[in-house]
């Protein structure tokens, strides 16, 4: 794996490319009742896979945001709010800034509903944007439509072009899906990402599960999730860590629990620790998360 942490520490960026949106969060007060009212308490609060990974990065190394927003007053207002956590934020903006709605129930599990507006449109991208740039993360949901797709693919390859690492979040089995297995697989290769972080149900849609040849194929590094279980780390096709999840008492919500380990994980890189120092420090960002509504870290 590249390893950018001597550049880093003259200032070296980690490049977040992605969404950036408004969540409605609902958390249920019960169980759902179909056709009828059910208690809840619902937050609105930035959101977007990319951007969660740059605000909880953002405290921790030099970090940038790229995507694109509404040109309307929730777009401005979410660039302020990502702004004011750090984050040097290079949006385009244009159309209408999108929104999530999640519903989280009692477990913390949470079922998503997203309008991803402007976000999806992110094309022609300045290339100064990567200036400095070290290290760029994307997660797979810019893979849903054109012209986002290829814009991804463009931004990896320039940032390798520059020397830089790259990341890819598998980021949800609906997405997945909904491009097939084959599709899927042969745009993580044209993205060609150092690291590649996937969940369980993402590793096994995949057929990532333990390793082998086709996960060498992928990417240098798998890091495969599996919740409070331990986290797999795979590489050149071998599991070579399995580390530990501590306990996290008060779970209530799960949405952004991927992107926080992504953040912890991609900053400890970025300042020289190892895959299993990494996978700690994405694991207590996560930590920081799952017990707040939306991806907000606990202060």
Not at 5 to 15: I, R, S, T, W
Not at 141 to 152: N, S, V
Not at 247 to 252: A, H, Q, T, W, Y
Request: aromatic share 4%; proline share 5%.
């Amino acid at each position: 794996m590249p390893s950018p942490a001597d550049g880093a520490a003259d200032g070296a960026v980690l490049a977040v490319v992605g969404d950036l949106v408004e969540d409605i969060v609902v958390w249920a007060g019960e169980p759902v009742r179909a056709a009828t009212d059910t208690a809840a308490r619902v937050f609105r609060s930035r959101g977007g896979s990319a951007a969660n990974v740059a605000a909880l990065a953002g405290t921790r190394v030099p970090t940038r945001f790229i995507g694109r927003v509404g040109a309307d007053a929730a777009g401005e207002a979410l660039v302020a709010d990502l702004a004011s956590r750090g984050v040097d934020v290079r949006v385009q903006r244009e159309g209408r800034t999108g929104t999530v709605v999640l519903l989280v129930d009692a477990e913390g599990e949470r079922t998503m509903f997203p309008d991803r507006g402007a976000s999806a449109q992110l094309a022609d991208v300045d290339p100064a944007w990567l200036d400095g740039v070290a290290w760029l993360h994307a997660p797979a949901y810019g893979f849903e439509r054109e012209p986002m797709r290829a814009e991804l693919l463009r931004l990896a390859d320039g940032a390798r072009g520059r020397g830089a690492g790259t990341s890819l979040d598998a980021s949800s089995t609906g997405l997945l899906a909904g491009l097939g297995v084959e599709a899927a697989l042969e745009l993580v290769r044209g993205f060609a990402p150092d690291v590649l972080f996937a969940n369980e149900d993402e590793a096994a849609f995949l057929g990532l599960t333990g390793g082998g040849a086709l996960a060498a194929s992928l990417a240098r590094t798998v890091v495969v999730k599996h919740g409070p279980l331990p986290t797999d780390v795979i590489e050149g096709g071998e599991l070579a860590a399995r580390v530990d999840v501590r306990p996290v008492p008060g779970i209530r919500d799960l949405t952004g629990a991927g992107d926080a380990f992504a953040a912890g994980f991609l900053a400890a890189i970025l300042t020289g620790a190892d895959t299993a120092a990494a996978c700690r420090a994405g694991h207590a960002v996560a930590a920081s998360v799952i017990v707040n509504p939306g991806a907000q870290a606990s202060t």
